[in-house]
């Protein structure tokens, strides 16, 4: 495929991103199936790291070209960002990403912006923009505005350490699955095949770093289940809900599944283990992984917040609440996520999570266990709204989940990079 495609394509996923609110994922799955596995690996580069750089690229960019492109030419904007992070940041040689770039507005059918394409790759070059970064700190962190100011007022004095955390990359995270496989087996598997991995992690006892980029279905034991991708922060949340023989455990939020699977792996013999979702597709992949690592749970499609429409009566002894959030904590590993999101769905995320913890509550047996999780690193969503819960209910009582915690300040925030995982949220609460 030529680079000049590949280039086109990369605009066209921005701008889905950018100007339509499409999901980095979603705008991928359109495109990238015309490329080899390299040349997606690539497009994957570049794209992460216009996403990542995106403020500074636009500064330069409004250096360059005065007047903002408009309808159908504006594809020609994602597509000069990208052509300035390949001089600013790649190791693509300048020919190479001056003249695929402008080759790229062929594809796009936009012929007309060849000359300007090129005038403006060519001036950021002559003018040595490059080296011109900005001091701005809110420029430099590659965040929103909104996003910038929230994280500066919840992490003072962290938030160089929390920023920097938010552009690295991530490492891919297995999960064993302990009904198929012994940690040692797997490790011994993954050492015959030449894999680069961590095996030994604190604190995350069934969990394996992967130390190069590799495609999951090729390892050894895909097709039996004998592992699963999860970050190291979410595979906390099974051993901190601890379900027992016996037990009764609803998955508030299940989808895609991750904790419902990583629940019965630890615990084969619940009496039943529902996991709930509200999307009816998504709750279609918990039932692809359940039957990938040959496990089993009743999958209900249902309003969390609305129990009377899914649920039988019978309590539970068990609840994780995994709920909606931000997903601030995971940028790292989607940079999509800080341009889709919005500073007003903060408060309506907030207003949610409270209603699902609210609607499931009645629904724990007394001495049973509640574990609130999110994957975010906003206080909005977690410490506050975990402080306003224990305000409002008697009979709840924090169950510390490290041992910093106290209930002026509950729950146990994970922050991104923290042990290489991602930033995550976890406040337990037992009901008296
Ligand atoms: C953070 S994800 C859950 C991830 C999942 N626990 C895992 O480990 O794979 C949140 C999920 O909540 C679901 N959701 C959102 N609102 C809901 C509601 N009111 N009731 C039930 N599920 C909801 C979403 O569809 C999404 O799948």
Same mark, same amino acid.
């Given at each position: 495929?030529?680079?000049?495609?590949?280039?086109?394509?990369?605009?066209?996923?921005?701008?889905?991103?950018?100007?339509?609110?499409?999901s980095?994922?979603?705008?991928?799955?359109?495109?990238?199936? +015309?490329?080899?596995?390299?040349?997606r690996?690539?497009?994957?580069?570049?794209?992460y790291?216009?996403?990542?750089?995106?403020?500074?690229?636009?500064?330069?960019?409004?250096q360059?070209?005065?007047?903002?492109?408009?309808?159908?030419?504006?594809?020609?904007?994602?597509?000069?960002?990208?052509g300035?992070?390949?001089?600013?940041?790649?190791?693509?040689?300048?020919?190479?990403?001056?003249?695929?770039?402008?080759?790229?507005?062929?594809?796009?059918?936009?012929?007309?912006?060849?000359?300007?394409?090129?005038?403006?790759? +060519?001036?950021?070059?002559?003018?040595?923009l490059?080296?011109?970064?900005?001091?701005?700190p809110?420029?430099?962190?590659?965040?929103?505005?909104?996003?910038?100011?929230?994280?500066?007022?919840?992490?003072?004095?962290?938030?160089?350490?929390?920023?920097?955390?938010i552009?690295e990359?991530?490492?891919?995270?297995l999960?064993?699955?302990?009904?198929?496989?012994s940690?040692?087996?797997?490790?011994?598997a993954?050492?015959?095949?030449?894999?680069?991995?961590?095996?030994?992690?604190?604190?995350?006892?069934?969990?394996?770093?992967?130390?190069?980029?590799? /495609?999951?279905?090729?390892?050894?034991?895909?097709?039996q289940?004998?592992?699963?991708?999860q970050d190291?922060?979410?595979?906390?949340?099974?051993?901190?809900?601890?379900?027992?023989?016996?037990?009764?455990?609803?998955d508030?939020?299940?989808?895609?599944?991750g904790?419902?699977?990583?629940?019965?792996e630890?615990?084969?013999?619940?009496?039943?283990?529902i996991?709930?979702?509200?999307?009816?597709?998504?709750?279609?992949?918990?039932?692809?992984?359940?039957?990938?690592?040959? %496990?089993?749970?009743?999958?209900?499609?249902?309003?969390?917040?609305?129990?009377d429409?899914?649920?039988?009566?019978?309590?539970? /002894?068990?609840?994780l609440l995994?709920?909606?959030?931000?997903?601030?904590?995971?940028?790292?590993?989607?940079?999509d996520?800080?341009?889709? +999101?919005?500073?007003?769905?903060?408060?309506?995320?907030?207003?949610?999570?409270?209603?699902?913890?609210?609607?499931?509550w009645?629904?724990?047996?007394?001495?049973?266990t509640? %574990?609130?999780?999110?994957?975010?690193?906003?206080?909005?969503?977690? +410490?506050?709204?975990?402080?306003?819960?224990?305000?409002?209910?008697?009979?709840?009582?924090?169950?510390?989940?490290?041992?910093e915690?106290?209930?002026e300040?509950?729950?146990?925030?994970?922050?991104?990079?923290?042990?290489?995982?991602?930033?995550?949220?976890?406040?337990?609460?037992?009901?008296?």
């Amino acid at each position: 495929m030529s680079g000049a495609r590949l280039r086109a394509d990369g605009a066209l996923a921005l701008f889905h991103v950018l100007e339509q609110g499409q999901s980095l994922r979603h705008s991928f799955a359109q495109v990238q199936a +015309r490329h080899s596995e390299r040349d997606r690996a690539w497009l994957q580069e570049m794209v992460y790291g216009v996403l990542r750089n995106l403020p500074q690229l636009q500064l330069w960019l409004r250096q360059l070209v005065q007047k903002p492109l408009k309808s159908k030419q504006k594809v020609v904007e994602h597509l000069l960002l990208l052509g300035l992070y390949q001089l600013a940041y790649s190791r693509v040689s300048t020919h190479a990403a001056v003249a695929e770039t402008v080759g790229a507005c062929e594809k796009l059918k936009c012929n007309g912006l060849k000359g300007l394409v090129n005038a403006c790759l +060519r001036n950021f070059l002559r003018q040595e923009l490059a080296k011109q970064l900005t001091e701005d700190p809110q420029i430099r962190s590659g965040l929103p505005k909104w996003l910038y100011q929230r994280l500066s007022e919840n992490y003072s004095t962290d938030l160089h350490k929390v920023v920097t955390a938010i552009n690295e990359r991530p490492p891919v995270w297995l999960r064993v699955n302990t009904q198929q496989v012994s940690k040692e087996a797997f490790c011994e598997a993954l050492s015959d095949h030449g894999i680069l991995f961590d095996g030994e992690v604190a604190q995350v006892p069934y969990g394996i770093i992967l130390r190069k980029g590799y /495609d999951l279905t090729t390892l050894p034991g895909y097709q039996q289940g004998w592992f699963s991708a999860q970050d190291g922060a979410a595979q906390l949340a099974g051993p901190l809900l601890n379900a027992q023989a016996g037990d009764r455990v609803l998955d508030a939020c299940a989808a895609p599944g991750g904790k419902t699977c990583h629940i019965l792996e630890r615990q084969p013999k619940l009496s039943e283990c529902i996991a709930l979702d509200v999307d009816p597709q998504r709750l279609q992949v918990v039932a692809e992984n359940l039957t990938r690592l040959q %496990l089993s749970a009743t999958l209900k499609q249902g309003d969390a917040a609305h129990p009377d429409s899914w649920w039988d009566g019978n309590p539970f /002894d068990r609840i994780l609440l995994d709920a909606p959030c931000s997903a601030t904590g995971v940028i790292r590993r989607h940079p999509d996520i800080r341009w889709l +999101r919005k500073d007003s769905d903060i408060g309506k995320l907030q207003a949610t999570q409270e209603h699902i913890l609210e609607a499931v509550w009645p629904l724990l047996k007394p001495g049973g266990t509640l %574990l609130y999780a999110t994957c975010s690193i906003l206080a909005e969503e977690n +410490r506050q709204q975990i402080q306003r819960f224990l305000r409002r209910h008697d009979d709840a009582q924090l169950s510390p989940v490290s041992s910093e915690e106290t209930p002026e300040n509950p729950g146990w925030q994970i922050l991104p990079g923290h042990m290489e995982m991602d930033g995550f949220y976890y406040a337990r609460l037992i009901k008296c």
